[in-house]
């Protein structure tokens, strides 16, 4: 019993230590690692040098809780400027957030303020991560099969029940 409570008192008092020493390896644009404080890591408001800048005042955000709906998105992003749209991204089929969505301001400067602000944060009790939105991918338009047996009639291959 006494070797456990000396193990528990030495991890407290390690615990309580602070660990200003340490540090963590970052890359700088340039692609030489650099020194950062381990605190910067953990989101203690010190930016770190190598944040891309915004090229659009649109925002992805990731993280987002199952009960956050568009309303709760427009409301936390609000205080940040002016909003032109906020939007969670939700499946087709049962109408359930899928996690992420997407704000947009009026100006960079707005949209630059939010990110910085807001990223890693809670928003109904989840971390929500703050990125700037990629442009859509378009998809190639689908081709006609022409996959056909040999007997010249064209197989569709239909799963389930059409019914």
């Given amino acids: 019993m006494a070797l456990s409570s000396s193990l528990l008192r030495r991890l407290l ?3 309580s230590t602070p660990v200003s020493s340490s540090s963590a390896t970052f890359c700088s644009s340039a692609g030489s690692p650099t020194q950062s ?3 910067s890591v953990f989101g203690d408001d010190t930016e770190v040098s190598n944040v891309p800048p915004l090229t659009t005042p649109k925002l992805f955000i990731s993280g987002l809780s199952r009960l956050t709906t568009d309303e709760k998105l427009k409301n936390a992003f609000a205080p940040f400027g002016q909003l032109l749209e906020s939007k ?3 499946d087709r089929i049962s109408g359930r957030s899928k996690g992420f969505g997407f704000v947009r301001y009026a100006t960079l400067e707005e949209a630059e303020n939010a990110r910085q602000e807001m990223n890693a944060k809670f928003l109904d009790g989840w971390v929500i991560f703050v990125d700037p939105a990629k442009p859509r991918e378009h ?3 689908p081709q006609p099969d022409t996959h056909s047996s040999h007997t010249g009639f064209t197989t569709h291959k239909t799963v389930g029940w059409c019914g």
């Fill in 88 to 90: 969670v991204i939700t």
């Fill in 37 to 39: 404080p381990l605190s």
């Fill in 139 to 141: 998809k190639p338009a």
């Fill in 13 to 15: 008092l390690r615990g």
